[in-house]
Structures are given as structure tokens and as C-alpha cells.
T-cell receptor, first 112, second 113 residues
């Protein structure tokens, strides 16, 4: 079992739809949770960062962390064609290793 | 542009050749990371520097790979005797002490023929 599981999709939605992306993880030591957006052949761009459990909202994006279920989500409201990209979840423990552990990424297409 | 920069952006080489990539982190960031990303996968951690000290290395970093960060500024990643399996995107990230967010560069895409 991989430490971080993420459905690779692809996911295709119409413009304006609410998009839900999620990851599950197995390592209970993970405390820092991030979502990155990656356009084709580009580096990952940090979208959201959350520490421990709870919700965080930034514009059209909302990140949720449920540590009891080892489940994190990213919601995109009023999705736009420019949101078409691969979305990567990433996480790391508090203390110890510095490395980020990534999911495989979910490829999202928003159709105009 | 004050982001992480990487050079070259693309590198095509023949099997058996040596290649070197460079990463310039965000100027005030003392931590620097290298990751490798293959098609359809998320980035995988290779190694990490705090200032000039290399503090963590992945098992993915075979003997053919070496990374340096002299003077705690830019970093280089060298791959000796390249193999076709080394073809990937090599990503560099940096972060500032006291913060947990890692910021990535555009990557160097390596193709080994």
C-alpha cells in the first residue's frame, strides 16, 4: 500500500461545476497537507497549505483535512477552463523527514 | 522573477553520458530539495539540503547521482553514466526556515536516448 493514494482520473467537468478532489493516506504522522496544481510540462504550483485538521478557504478553493479518516479534499467552486491541470496532493510529518510525499495526481479538464 | 529557477529546461543525452543540472532557489530560502517525476506519477523525493549540508538522501539516489550545494546558494545535481530509466523531470524546490511550504521550479526534463 502506498503512503498516499490519489485517483488519477481523468476527471472531466463542465465549466461552472464544483470539483471535488481527494487523497487518502496511511501514515498517521503526517501533519502538513498541501495541494499543488501542475500544468503540462511545468513545475508544481502551490495552491493550498493546511496544518493538521480543519478547513481552509482561498477564493474558489477550499481544502479540508480529516485526520481521523486520513482523508484530505480540495474543492474548486465555479470551475474555469483555466483550472484544467493535474492536481497533486502532498503531505509531510511534523519533525523528522523533510520530504513531501505526493499522490499520483488527478488530471482535471474543465470544458467550456 | 524571484521564484526558483532551473537550468537547462530540457536536456537530451545519449546513454552513458554524464549530465548536470542547476537549481537556484528563492534567495532567502535556506532549504533546497530535489525531486524526480516520471510520466503519470507524482514527484518523488531525492535529496535535501539545509544551507550547504546534505541532510537526507532517498534510496532512489543511486551511486550514479550526486548533488552539491556549495556555499548554501545554488545546487547542482549530476547523473553519471546515464541510463534510459533516468529519463524524467527533475524538480527543485526550496523553502524558508520556519515555514513548511515548498516552492517548486519549472523542472529540467531529461531524455536519455
Amino acid at each position: 500500500q502506498k503512503e498516499v493514494e490519489q485517483d488519477p482520473g481523468p476527471l472531466s467537468v463542465p465549466e461552472g461545476a464544483i470539483v471535488s478532489l481527494n487523497c487518502t493516506y496511511s501514515n498517521s504522522a503526517f501533519q502538513y497537507f498541501m495541494w499543488y496544481r501542475q500544468y503540462s510540462r511545468k513545475g508544481p504550483e502551490l495552491l493550498m497549505y493546511t496544518y493538521s485538521s480543519g478547513n481552509k478557504e482561498d477564493g474558489r478553493f477550499t481544502a479540508q483535512v480529516d485526520k481521523s479518516s486520513k482523508y484530505i479534499s480540495l474543492f474548486i467552486r465555479d470551475s474555469q477552463p483555466s483550472d484544467s491541470a493535474t492536481y497533486l496532493c502532498a503531505m509531510s510529518p511534523q519533525g523528522g523527514s523533510e520530504k513531501l510525499v505526493f499522490g499520483k495526481g488527478t488530471k482535471l479538464t474543465v470544458n467550456p | 522573477d524571484t521564484g526558483v529557477s532551473q537550468n537547462p529546461r530540457h536536456k537530451i543525452t545519449k546513454r552513458g553520458q554524464n549530465v548536470t543540472f542547476r537549481c537556484d532557489p528563492i534567495s532567502e530560502h535556506n532549504r533546497l530539495y530535489w525531486y524526480r517525476q516520471t510520466l503519470g506519477q507524482g514527484p518523488e523525493f531525492l535529496t535535501y539540503f539545509q544551507n550547504e549540508a546534505q541532510l537526507e538522501k532517498s534510496r532512489l539516489l543511486s551511486d550514479r547521482f550526486s548533488a552539491e550545494r556549495p556555499k548554501g546558494s545554488f545546487s547542482t545535481l549530476e547523473i553519471q553514466r546515464t541510463e534510459q530509466g533516468d529519463s524524467a523531470m527533475y524538480l527543485c524546490a526550496s523553502r524558508n526556515q520556519g515555514y513548511n511550504e515548498q516552492f517548486f521550479g519549472p523542472g529540467t526534463r531529461l531524455t536519455v536516448l
